[in-house]
């Protein structure tokens, strides 16, 4: 690295280091406060506390929002003044330019790196939490999606998972009614996964295979020779924004709705892996309707055993089977199951699978306004886990919650009308644990993947 390139670096370094330590005495600020509360028996005003810690978390860009606006999605793993503050943040981040395109391309395919393409586009396309896409063209003519690394990410990630303590550490201390400690765990396991883009190009592979039958569902070429664990070529997928359609006719929404649902579904049951952020962002629509699959940074893959705990407490909330509800519950990973703490995950088990188990034409939220759609279940939730006490949510429920309310989210915004009771029980047909086990076993095997920890 030239010397003007390590003295760009080490300023950007002690900048992001003075603005961590900024954060963390904010955030140390808003904890000191909640605590001067408790011990002097006051409840505190948990609004004006939730828009202080947002405050302190919103001066930073990255991982850090990807964070905080996860932890927004999950029931009582922040209450709910909280997850509202913490919803608003934003995580899109400024473009670097093109000093910043040419050492990337430079670290990661060497001196000669722009002989390999007759264009590359000296100004981002798209610019997000991590990195930054530019659109390339090879000497055949191939157009690519470069997706570049923003520089030191890794320590930026270790960093925001510091400031993810932080705020669990918060959480203890307002109230108990989630140990949060396998929420913090995943979290801190996937966002780790999201830095290694050779394990996207993978995801991609993957996800290629797995909907190699499906026409109207999208998935980029991933160019293995010209990615690195920092660079991720990809074919271009040519497509509008899919909020672009909110206003379409609703014909052409509710197949937008139906390729989602089937680009998510089909490989949770088939294969038991997931999407593990369904942001309208991360899809485009094809020039002639079909949907556009972009971004495979965060995939969750999961034991055949948890996919079918998901199946059967479906089944178990269709037929009212409380005894089946607890044995996908305990599978899962969750202790301790009275009869009234199966009844009190049910109440969000039922938020999620309630357009699933209605047999109608319907939308999402069916009647219910945006704002508030799943606000009153997450605060039953909260009033029955208080006095139930503290219920630890196993690690895999995590993203396939976040995912689950991610997706209903793109339903609404979309307006979709669908007998949603349909699909879902189309994509049931024939499941069998062995065969998605051995189905699964492939398709990781080929992609050079694998079951994590």
Known sequence: ????????????????????????????????????????????????????????????????????????????????????????????????????????????????????????????AAAASLGQVHRARLSDGTVLACKLQYPD???????????????????????????????????????????DYQREGRHMALYAAMLDDEPDIHVPRWFRDLSTERLLCMGWLAGEPLMSFRRAPQETRNRIARNLFTAWWKPFVRYGVIHGDPHPGNYTLAPEGGLNLLDYGCVRIFRPDFVAGVVDLYRALRDDDRALAAAAYAGWGFEDLSDELVDALNIWARFIYRPMLDDRVRS??????????????????????????????????????????????????????????????????????????????????????????
């Open 364 to 453: 999402v939220a069916d009647g219910v306004a945006p704002g508030e759609y799943g606000r009153a279940e997450a605060e039953q939730v909260r009033q029955a886990l208080k006095r139930l006490g503290p219920v630890r949510p196993p690690r895999e429920f995590v993203f396939m919650d976040r995912a689950a309310i991610g997706l209903g989210g793109v339903f609404l915004h979309l307006g979709a009308e669908l007998n949603w009771h349909t699909l879902f029980e189309s994509a049931l047909a024939g499941f069998d644990i062995g065969r998605l086990a051995t189905r699964q076993g492939a398709a990781l095997t080929a992609a050079g993947l694998a079951l994590p920890e």
């Open 1 to 124: 690295m030239a010397a003007g390139d390590q003295d760009r670096e080490r300023n950007r370094l002690g900048a992001r280091a003075r603005r961590y330590a900024k954060v963390s005495a904010n955030v140390g600020g808003v904890a000191a406060r909640v605590a001067g509360s408790r011990l002097r028996g006051e409840g505190g005003d948990r609004r004006a506390n939730a828009v202080a810690l947002k405050q302190a978390l919103g001066g930073l860009k990255g991982p850090v929002m990807k964070v905080a606006q996860l932890l927004a999605t999950i029931p009582e793993a922040l209450p709910p003044e909280y997850a509202q503050e913490l919803s608003q943040l934003q995580m899109n981040a400024p473009a670097m330019g093109w000093p910043f395109v040419k050492r990337r391309m430079r670290a990661e395919l060497g001196p000669d790196w722009q002989t390999g393409f007759s264009e590359f586009g000296r100004v981002a």
């Open 153 to 195: 990410m890794r320590s930026a990630v270790e960093a925001d998972l510091v400031q993810l303590r932080a705020i669990f550490a918060l959480h203890r201390r307002i109230e108990r009614t989630v140990d949060t400690r396998e929420i913090e765990h995943e979290i801190g396991s996937r966002l780790r996964e999201e830095l």
